[in-house]
């Protein structure tokens, strides 16, 4: 069974431009989050999808961030414009059900570097 | 106060070693515990469920102890395989609409020959 996977692995961009990130989600998992690791910080939540709905997005940075999960499959997220605040790595998960039990899988992570 | 607090690190030990990372927690709602393992440049795996009762698997050993919110890992005998950055991980309810996972800054381990 094929894992969480993301795309890019690595994005380079500068500051002012729009960079869309892919994560496609373990098959049949309903639940897909966002998380990101800035430099020298922990990992942080950044919104949380059931379906093609978001459920919780109390962790998004500002509206400079948008998230879609259009058909409940794979998910994107925009940012428009990028700050230099905002490299780091993304990372996506994917649950069968959104539960304080259940495992979250992770997928390897987008790198954005803005400059 | 950090969410979740973990030992700065890093933490060199020898094969064959024993070591053990602490962790604390600051929302005492919190319902689940967990330690994942992210090796570098990789991403966070699980490695293991924390439990009130203890759990062991193998060679590692959780511990909780929800009064004190306070989690623990032991690694007995130590493998050059077990070089990572160990995370504690706690999940919430968010209050709004979902489950989160709260991550420490994590510890890493360097097992030397």
């Known amino acids: 069974e094929a894992g969480v996977t993301q795309f890019p692995s690595h994005s380079v961009i500068e500051k002012g431009q729009t960079v869309t990130l892919r994560c496609d989600p373990i098959?049949?998992?309903?639940?897909l989050y966002w998380y990101r690791r800035v430099m020298g910080k922990e990992i942080k939540f950044l919104l949380h999808f059931v379906k093609e709905s978001k459920q919780d997005e109390s962790g998004m940075p500002n509206n400079r961030f948008l998230a879609e999960r259009t058909g409940g499959t794979y998910s994107t997220l925009k940012v428009q414009p990028a700050e230099l605040e905002d490299s780091g790595v993304y990372f996506c998960?994917?649950?069968?059900?959104?539960?304080?039990?259940?495992?979250?899988?992770f997928g390897p992570g987008t790198r954005l570097t803005v400059t | 106060r950090k969410e979740v607090e973990q030992d700065p690190g890093p933490f060199n030990v020898p094969e064959g070693a024993t070591v053990a990372f602490n962790c604390t927690y600051s929302n005492s709602a919190s319902q689940s515990f967990f330690w994942y393992r992210q090796d570098c440049r990789k991403e966070p795996k699980l490695l293991m469920s924390v439990y009130s009762s203890g759990n062991e698997d193998g060679r590692f050993t959780a511990q909780l102890n929800r009064a004190s919110q306070y989690i623990s890992l032991l690694i007995r005998d130590s493998k050059l395989s077990d070089s990572a950055t160990y995370l504690c991980v706690v999940s919430s309810y968010s209050g709004a609409g979902s489950y989160q996972l709260t991550f420490g800054k994590g510890t890493k381990l360097s097992v030397i020959p």
């Open positions: 998960a994917s649950s069968q059900a959104d539960r304080a039990s259940y495992e979250q899988y």
């Open positions: 098959s049949g998992h309903d639940n």
